[in-house]
Nanobody, 125 residues
Framework: QVQLVESGGGLVQAGGSLRLSCAAS????????MGWFRQAPGKERAFVAADTWSGRVTYYADSVKGRFTISRDNAKNTVSLQMNSLKPEDTAVYYC??????????????????WGQGTQVTVSS
C-alpha cells in the first residue's frame, strides 16, 4: 500500500505558474503508474495527466496539453505537475493518484487504487 500527500497549491493570477508535488510513502513509486486529477466545485473529478512507471510515457487532457507537465523522480518517490499559463478554469482541488498497472496510461478515476488528500489551486482573473 502507498500513501500520497500533495503540496504546492495556492492562489495565482491568470498566466502564472505553480508546481504541485506528490510525495509517496509505503512503497516505491516505480511500482505504479501515476496520475493527476482535479475537481472543481459542483463537478466530477476529471483527468489531467498520467504517466507510466518510468516516466517516459505521458498523456494529458486536451485542456492542459502544452501547459502542464507531469514528471517523476522514483529515487525520491515523488511526482510533480508543473502548471504554466494558468487560467481561471484551472481552479480546482488537484489530486495525485497511483495505479498498479504501471506499464499503461490510465485516465479514469476507477482505474486508480490510491489517492492523496488533494491541494487547492485557485487562479484569479
Amino acid at each position: 500500500q502507498v500513501q500520497l500527500v500533495e503540496s504546492g497549491g495556492g492562489l495565482v493570477q491568470a498566466g502564472g505558474s505553480l508546481r504541485l508535488s506528490c510525495a509517496a510513502s509505503g512503497r516505491t513509486l516505480s511500482n505504479y503508474g501515476m496520475g493527476w486529477f482535479r475537481q472543481a466545485p459542483g463537478k466530477e473529478r476529471a483527468f489531467v495527466a498520467a504517466d507510466t512507471w518510468s516516466g517516459r510515457v505521458t498523456y494529458y487532457a486536451d485542456s492542459v496539453k502544452g501547459r502542464f507537465t507531469i514528471s517523476r523522480d522514483n529515487a525520491k518517490n515523488t511526482v510533480s505537475l508543473q502548471m504554466n499559463s494558468l487560467k481561471p478554469e484551472d481552479t480546482a482541488v488537484y489530486y495525485c493518484a497511483a495505479n498498479g498497472k504501471k506499464d499503461y496510461i490510465k485516465v479514469f478515476v476507477r482505474d486508480y487504487d490510491y489517492w492523496g488528500q488533494g491541494t487547492q489551486v485557485t487562479v484569479s482573473s
